[in-house]
T-cell receptor, first 113, second 114 residues
Protein backbone atom coordinates (compact mmCIF):
# COMPACT_ATOMS: atom_id res chain seq x y z
CA UNK A 1 0.00 0.00 0.00
CA UNK A 2 1.21 3.49 -0.82
CA UNK A 3 1.67 5.96 1.97
CA UNK A 4 3.94 8.09 4.13
CA UNK A 5 5.97 6.65 6.98
CA UNK A 6 7.24 8.85 9.78
CA UNK A 7 9.67 7.57 12.38
CA UNK A 8 10.10 7.43 15.24
CA UNK A 9 6.62 7.87 16.69
CA UNK A 10 8.06 9.36 19.91
CA UNK A 11 11.41 11.12 20.28
CA UNK A 12 13.11 12.66 23.27
CA UNK A 13 15.76 15.33 22.94
CA UNK A 14 18.20 16.57 25.52
CA UNK A 15 19.13 20.22 25.70
CA UNK A 16 21.73 21.15 23.06
CA UNK A 17 21.16 18.03 20.99
CA UNK A 18 20.30 17.78 17.30
CA UNK A 19 17.72 15.17 16.36
CA UNK A 20 16.48 13.98 12.97
CA UNK A 21 12.93 13.00 12.13
CA UNK A 22 12.44 10.61 9.24
CA UNK A 23 9.78 10.91 6.50
CA UNK A 24 9.56 8.41 3.63
CA UNK A 25 6.85 8.15 0.96
CA UNK A 26 6.15 5.61 -1.78
CA UNK A 27 3.40 7.57 -3.50
CA UNK A 28 5.70 8.91 -6.23
CA UNK A 29 4.85 12.44 -5.09
CA UNK A 30 7.25 15.21 -6.08
CA UNK A 31 6.30 17.62 -3.27
CA UNK A 32 6.89 17.04 0.42
CA UNK A 33 6.18 19.22 3.46
CA UNK A 34 6.95 19.48 7.16
CA UNK A 35 4.44 21.02 9.56
CA UNK A 36 4.61 21.64 13.27
CA UNK A 37 1.45 21.36 15.40
CA UNK A 38 1.10 22.92 18.83
CA UNK A 39 -2.07 22.92 20.96
CA UNK A 40 -4.28 25.84 19.99
CA UNK A 41 -1.94 26.96 17.19
CA UNK A 42 -2.95 24.79 14.28
CA UNK A 43 -0.43 23.55 11.71
CA UNK A 44 2.51 25.78 10.80
CA UNK A 45 4.74 25.15 7.80
CA UNK A 46 8.43 24.56 8.52
CA UNK A 47 9.93 23.61 5.13
CA UNK A 48 8.72 22.26 1.82
CA UNK A 49 10.27 20.77 -1.29
CA UNK A 50 8.82 20.45 -4.77
CA UNK A 51 11.74 18.67 -6.39
CA UNK A 52 14.83 16.71 -5.43
CA UNK A 53 17.76 18.83 -4.24
CA UNK A 54 15.59 21.90 -3.76
CA UNK A 55 13.57 23.14 -0.77
CA UNK A 56 12.12 26.37 0.59
CA UNK A 57 11.59 27.81 4.04
CA UNK A 58 8.11 27.99 5.44
CA UNK A 59 6.77 30.23 8.19
CA UNK A 60 8.87 28.89 11.08
CA UNK A 61 12.12 27.53 9.57
CA UNK A 62 14.48 28.97 12.19
CA UNK A 63 16.19 26.20 14.16
CA UNK A 64 15.32 23.52 11.61
CA UNK A 65 17.09 22.06 8.56
CA UNK A 66 16.07 19.63 5.82
CA UNK A 67 17.53 17.76 2.87
CA UNK A 68 15.96 16.24 -0.24
CA UNK A 69 18.51 13.90 -1.78
CA UNK A 70 15.92 11.36 -2.91
CA UNK A 71 12.36 11.81 -4.14
CA UNK A 72 11.09 9.41 -1.49
CA UNK A 73 12.75 10.97 1.53
CA UNK A 74 12.56 14.36 3.28
CA UNK A 75 14.23 14.21 6.73
CA UNK A 76 13.88 17.09 9.19
CA UNK A 77 16.65 17.96 11.65
CA UNK A 78 15.70 19.87 14.78
CA UNK A 79 18.85 21.70 15.79
CA UNK A 80 19.93 23.03 19.17
CA UNK A 81 19.06 26.50 17.85
CA UNK A 82 15.36 25.63 18.09
CA UNK A 83 14.60 26.81 21.62
CA UNK A 84 11.13 25.34 21.97
CA UNK A 85 11.07 22.11 19.97
CA UNK A 86 8.47 20.21 21.97
CA UNK A 87 5.62 19.66 19.51
CA UNK A 88 3.91 17.20 17.16
CA UNK A 89 5.61 17.09 13.76
CA UNK A 90 3.72 16.08 10.64
CA UNK A 91 5.10 15.23 7.21
CA UNK A 92 2.95 15.38 4.08
CA UNK A 93 3.31 14.88 0.35
CA UNK A 94 1.42 15.81 -2.80
CA UNK A 95 1.79 15.93 -6.55
CA UNK A 96 3.11 19.21 -7.94
CA UNK A 97 0.16 20.86 -9.60
CA UNK A 98 -3.57 20.74 -9.07
CA UNK A 99 -5.46 19.33 -7.29
CA UNK A 100 -2.68 19.35 -4.60
CA UNK A 101 -4.41 16.72 -2.48
CA UNK A 102 -2.24 16.11 0.56
CA UNK A 103 -1.38 12.77 2.17
CA UNK A 104 -0.08 12.91 5.73
CA UNK A 105 2.12 10.66 7.81
CA UNK A 106 1.13 9.59 11.33
CA UNK A 107 3.40 12.13 13.02
CA UNK A 108 6.34 12.26 15.43
CA UNK A 109 5.94 13.64 18.94
CA UNK A 110 9.15 15.33 20.07
CA UNK A 111 9.73 16.13 23.72
CA UNK A 112 12.65 17.97 25.30
CA UNK A 113 13.89 16.33 28.49
CA UNK B 1 -2.40 37.30 3.15
CA UNK B 2 -4.60 34.23 3.24
CA UNK B 3 -6.12 33.38 6.60
CA UNK B 4 -8.39 30.45 7.45
CA UNK B 5 -10.83 30.50 10.36
CA UNK B 6 -12.95 27.68 11.71
CA UNK B 7 -15.97 28.16 13.93
CA UNK B 8 -16.82 26.78 16.42
CA UNK B 9 -13.54 25.68 18.00
CA UNK B 10 -15.37 22.84 19.76
CA UNK B 11 -18.75 21.19 19.40
CA UNK B 12 -20.54 18.53 21.43
CA UNK B 13 -23.67 16.83 20.09
CA UNK B 14 -25.75 13.74 20.91
CA UNK B 15 -25.51 10.77 18.62
CA UNK B 16 -27.78 10.91 15.59
CA UNK B 17 -27.77 14.68 15.11
CA UNK B 18 -26.98 16.31 11.80
CA UNK B 19 -24.33 19.00 12.17
CA UNK B 20 -22.45 21.67 10.23
CA UNK B 21 -18.84 22.75 10.63
CA UNK B 22 -17.78 26.10 9.21
CA UNK B 23 -14.62 27.29 7.49
CA UNK B 24 -13.94 30.79 6.17
CA UNK B 25 -10.99 32.17 4.21
CA UNK B 26 -9.97 35.74 3.44
CA UNK B 27 -8.72 35.44 -0.17
CA UNK B 28 -11.37 34.00 -2.46
CA UNK B 29 -8.90 33.32 -5.29
CA UNK B 30 -8.36 29.71 -4.29
CA UNK B 31 -7.95 26.71 -6.55
CA UNK B 32 -9.51 24.25 -4.13
CA UNK B 33 -10.34 23.58 -0.49
CA UNK B 34 -9.63 20.41 1.45
CA UNK B 35 -11.24 19.01 4.60
CA UNK B 36 -9.24 16.74 6.93
CA UNK B 37 -9.96 14.68 10.01
CA UNK B 38 -7.45 14.24 12.85
CA UNK B 39 -7.82 11.72 15.66
CA UNK B 40 -5.92 12.43 18.91
CA UNK B 41 -2.19 11.86 18.50
CA UNK B 42 -2.56 10.88 14.85
CA UNK B 43 -1.85 12.37 11.45
CA UNK B 44 -4.45 13.99 9.20
CA UNK B 45 -6.75 11.99 6.97
CA UNK B 46 -8.14 13.66 3.86
CA UNK B 47 -11.93 13.61 3.77
CA UNK B 48 -12.98 15.73 0.82
CA UNK B 49 -11.32 18.01 -1.73
CA UNK B 50 -13.48 20.56 -3.56
CA UNK B 51 -12.18 22.19 -6.72
CA UNK B 52 -12.98 25.88 -7.22
CA UNK B 53 -15.23 24.96 -10.15
CA UNK B 54 -17.34 22.71 -7.91
CA UNK B 55 -19.97 23.73 -5.39
CA UNK B 56 -19.96 20.57 -3.33
CA UNK B 57 -18.52 17.11 -2.82
CA UNK B 58 -20.04 14.12 -1.06
CA UNK B 59 -18.58 11.04 0.55
CA UNK B 60 -20.93 8.80 2.49
CA UNK B 61 -22.46 10.83 5.34
CA UNK B 62 -20.20 13.80 4.62
CA UNK B 63 -21.03 16.68 2.32
CA UNK B 64 -18.76 19.67 1.81
CA UNK B 65 -19.83 22.85 0.05
CA UNK B 66 -17.78 25.75 -1.26
CA UNK B 67 -18.83 29.36 -1.87
CA UNK B 68 -15.75 31.16 -3.17
CA UNK B 69 -17.43 34.53 -3.51
CA UNK B 70 -18.28 34.67 0.19
CA UNK B 71 -15.07 32.93 1.28
CA UNK B 72 -16.87 30.07 3.02
CA UNK B 73 -17.05 26.31 3.12
CA UNK B 74 -19.22 24.03 5.25
CA UNK B 75 -18.81 20.39 6.17
CA UNK B 76 -22.15 18.69 6.80
CA UNK B 77 -22.16 15.43 8.77
CA UNK B 78 -25.41 13.49 8.67
CA UNK B 79 -26.61 11.19 11.44
CA UNK B 80 -23.51 11.69 13.59
CA UNK B 81 -21.94 8.71 15.38
CA UNK B 82 -19.50 8.47 18.32
CA UNK B 83 -16.86 7.34 15.80
CA UNK B 84 -17.09 10.77 14.17
CA UNK B 85 -15.48 12.30 17.28
CA UNK B 86 -12.28 13.95 16.10
CA UNK B 87 -10.87 17.33 15.09
CA UNK B 88 -11.85 18.53 11.63
CA UNK B 89 -9.57 20.93 9.75
CA UNK B 90 -9.99 22.80 6.49
CA UNK B 91 -7.13 24.04 4.30
CA UNK B 92 -6.63 26.14 1.16
CA UNK B 93 -3.58 26.77 -1.04
CA UNK B 94 -1.53 29.63 0.37
CA UNK B 95 -1.18 31.47 -2.94
CA UNK B 96 -4.47 30.67 -4.56
CA UNK B 97 -3.40 28.02 -6.97
CA UNK B 98 0.16 28.57 -8.01
CA UNK B 99 1.51 25.91 -5.67
CA UNK B 100 0.31 23.32 -3.23
CA UNK B 101 1.56 24.98 -0.04
CA UNK B 102 -1.53 24.79 2.21
CA UNK B 103 -2.78 27.09 4.96
CA UNK B 104 -4.81 25.34 7.67
CA UNK B 105 -7.51 26.51 10.02
CA UNK B 106 -7.11 25.63 13.70
CA UNK B 107 -9.85 23.05 13.49
CA UNK B 108 -13.18 22.20 15.14
CA UNK B 109 -13.02 19.54 17.84
CA UNK B 110 -16.17 17.43 17.57
CA UNK B 111 -17.47 15.18 20.32
CA UNK B 112 -20.45 12.93 19.60
CA UNK B 113 -22.02 11.53 22.76
CA UNK B 114 -23.69 8.09 22.73
Amino acid sequence: DGGITQSPKYLFRKEGQNVTLSCEQNLNHDAMYWYRQDPGQGLRLIYYSQIVNDFQKGDIAEGYSVSREKKESFPLTVTSAQKNPTAFYLCASSIVGPPYGYTFGSGTRLTVV
Amino acid sequence: KQEVTQIPAALSVPEGENLVLNCSFTDSAIYNLQWFRQDPGKGLTSLLLIQSSQREQTSGRLNASLDKSSGRSTLYIAASQPGDSATYLCAVPRYGGSQGNLIFGKGTKLSVKP
